[in-house]
């Protein structure tokens, strides 16, 4: 446990029971640990950047993504509309967990449904593998019973939390959305509802206008924004949720070095994930734990254990 | 998919290379890194670019590293490699790029992608190769056409341009006798497509013994690829797309395959054969 933590060089902590070598995640979907492999090599194992593992985001079935454009550059950040590419779950736990349970970390694998009674089926069919540490639920998706987005729902997470709860004693994390007004509210509705942890933020609702046809650019319609663009809104949404709920908050959302990942811990964040920064610099996640000794012993913390355990004024 | 088992693997992270040399190339410029750790990379791969000072700097924009292919790559005296790029200012990042000075560093990850196939394995029956290059996309067929001289096989190479004010690099990546111009604005050479000349070549030549090969702008590319479907003609495409990593990691590349469902150009291009995607009119790179 952090408590044990006697110099800022160890960073060993715990994410709701889940033993991490240090505090640095990746977002999902932000670093693809099997292609990744393919092109590097086997250094991305012996050096894999991060110290606990999240996949993308598994639905039911596979998903071809949406049509191009899928990405447009902003200040400080990019919109992303990429629309969940993937395997769905029976070829995830035949093929990518195999090769993901290679990596030396935890691993998280995220999910999301656009229905409780799917949730329910990748819940237990994740949750029963041993190679799963823990699941996230993506909850930015609309329930097609009630139209509405769960994660922007207080009582919908809360509903959603409850019936996934009894079916496995792994930790559930709720990703939050950052596209609501109270966004505790809905953190601690999940909490209620007996998620172990919650993770923010997810990308910022957002639209790019070609300035040459005049039509919006993404194939989509519009997007999410990343980057450190959207760093303070992430900071202050992080600050206002972990004061709010007692559950670990892993935080995320422009992070791009060391200095940066000590703010969201400041702000409450129990741990801290890396996202887009991963695509300007496949280490990014290894340099921002490099450099967190330095960072804490700068600002005068003598372990990671002291800064997580700050509360700011 | 093209030839990817020999495709030189890229250093993990992405590394700063320093600026050798800057220099303008018509309407284009030429900048040279000094990659001392890299791989000699391999025809048709490409680097994810930053220079080091100033990206998102002032107005937050360049922000992503840019894909560009490499145009040639020679040995480093000091060990490593010395890659060379050619660059069209169309956008902040390349903007940025193009003003990098000697001396300044620049962020380096790659070599990334596949390589060109060679004539023989695209077409068994291939005497040799016409390479159809179209704007800055002259670069990878700049690549392509030195490794086939060192082959010993033979090649043309037709290059097409705008005007004057977005072309360069001939001279000094080309050069050769069995190099033809067109330009859009029929300033030099042929006036008009480059296709056109692609066409004139087909008609005189016994089509079975052609490998062709092409990278330029989308709907250059798309011709192309129309022009050899339509006459059973294997090519292969060097395609370009948004793109925020170059590792497979954000899935930004989506390129539409043939048999329906998308490819991650990054990891599973940029080198395509013309069958294997439905157009390739998807990638227009408008972050620049």
Redesign the interface.
């Known amino acids: 446990m952090a408590e044990g933590t006697a110099d800022t060089s160890d960073l060993s902590t715990d994410l709701c029971g889940i033993e991490l070598a240090g505090p640095v995640l990746n977002g999902s979907?932000?670093?693809?640990a099997i292609?990744?492999r393919?092109?590097?090599?086997d250094?991305?194992v012996s050096?894999f950047p991060f110290d606990c593992y999240v996949s993308k985001t598994i639905t039911m079935n596979p998903r071809?993504?949406?049509?191009?454009?899928?990405?447009?550059?902003?200040?400080?950040?990019?919109i992303?509309s990429?629309g969940l590419?993937g395997p769905g779950l029976d070829g995830f736990l035949e093929r990518d967990l195999v090769q993901l349970a290679e990596f030396d970390v935890p691993l998280i694998v995220s999910v999301m449904a656009d229905r409780v009674e799917d949730f329910e089926i990748l819940v237990n069919r994740v949750a029963e593998r041993e190679e799963v540490a823990g699941i996230e639920l993506n909850v930015s998706c609309p329930n097609v019973h009630s139209g509405l987005i769960v994660g922007e729902q207080p009582s919908e997470t809360e509903a959603l939390m409850k019936a996934l709860r009894p079916l496995t004693a792994k930790p559930l994390i709720v990703k939050l959305t950052p596209n609501v007004a109270n966004p505790h509210e809905v953190a601690m509705a999940a909490e209620s509802g007996g998620a172990d942890s919650v993770s923010m933020i997810n990308t910022v609702k957002a639209a790019a206008i070609?300035p040459?046809s005049t039509r919006t650019?993404l194939g989509a319609g519009a997007g999410g924004l990343s980057?450190?663009?959207v760093r303070p809104i992430a900071l202050a949404q992080v600050r206002s949720v972990a004061s709010a709920v007692s559950v670990p908050v892993i935080g995320m959302g422009g992070i791009t070095d060391a200095e940066s990942a000590l703010e969201f811990i400041l702000a409450g964040a129990r741990v801290i994930a890396v996202g887009?920064e991963?695509?300007?610099?496949?280490?990014a996640g290894?340099l921002v734990s490099e450099g967190l000794p330095a960072a804490l012993a700068r600002r005068g913390f003598a372990s990671l254990a002291e800064a997580q355990s700050v509360t700011l004024d | 998919m093209a030839a990817e088992a020999d495709s030189p693997r890229a250093p993990f992270g992405r590394r700063a290379c320093e600026v050798a040399d800057s220099r303008e190339s018509g309407g284009y410029r030429i900048f040279t890194l000094i990659d001392a750790e890299g791989p000699a990379p391999a025809a048709g791969q490409f680097y994810m670019l930053a220079a080091a000072p100033d990206w998102a700097g002032e107005g937050g924009r360049p922000y992503l590293p840019r894909a560009i292919s490499y145009a040639r790559v020679t040995e480093n005296p000091k060990g490593g490699v010395r890659l060379d790029f050619l660059i069209d200012e169309v956008g902040p990042g390349t903007s940025r790029l193009a003003r990098m000075k000697q001396g300044d560093e620049c962020f380096v990850a790659g070599p990334f992608g596949n390589r060109f196939s060679l004539p023989r394995q695209l077409n068994e029956g291939a005497a040799g190769a016409i390479l159809v290059g179209g704007g800055i996309g002259i670069a990878p067929m700049a690549v392509l056409r030195r490794e086939l001289v060192n082959r010993g096989i033979p090649s043309r190479s037709l290059l097409g341009f705008r005007d004057q004010a977005h072309s360069g690099g001939v001279d000094e990546l080309f050069g050769c006798e069995e190099t033809r111009l067109a330009f859009e604005d029929g300033s030099y050479g042929h006036k008009g497509f480059v296709t056109d000349l692609l066409l004139q070549l087909l008609e005189g030549d016994d089509s079975g013994s052609a490998a062709i090969y092409s990278c330029g702008p989308p709907a250059m590319l798309e011709a192309v690829r129309r022009i050899c479907a339509d006459r059973g003609l294997p090519v292969e495409l060097a395609l370009e797309s948004p793109m925020a990593c170059g590792y497979g990691a954000c899935f930004g590349c989506a390129v539409p395959k043939a048999e329906g469902g998308y490819m991650r150009l990054c990891v599973d291009g940029p080198v395509v054969r013309g069958d294997q995607i439905a157009t390739a009119m998807a990638g227009e790179p408008a972050v620049g």
């Open positions: 979907g932000t670093f693809d292609a990744a393919r092109v590097f090599g250094e991305v050096g071809p993504g949406n049509a191009p454009y899928r990405l447009w550059e902003t200040p400080s950040g990019m992303n990429i590419p070609d040459v650019w980057g450190p663009a887009t991963n695509f300007r610099d496949p280490r290894a």
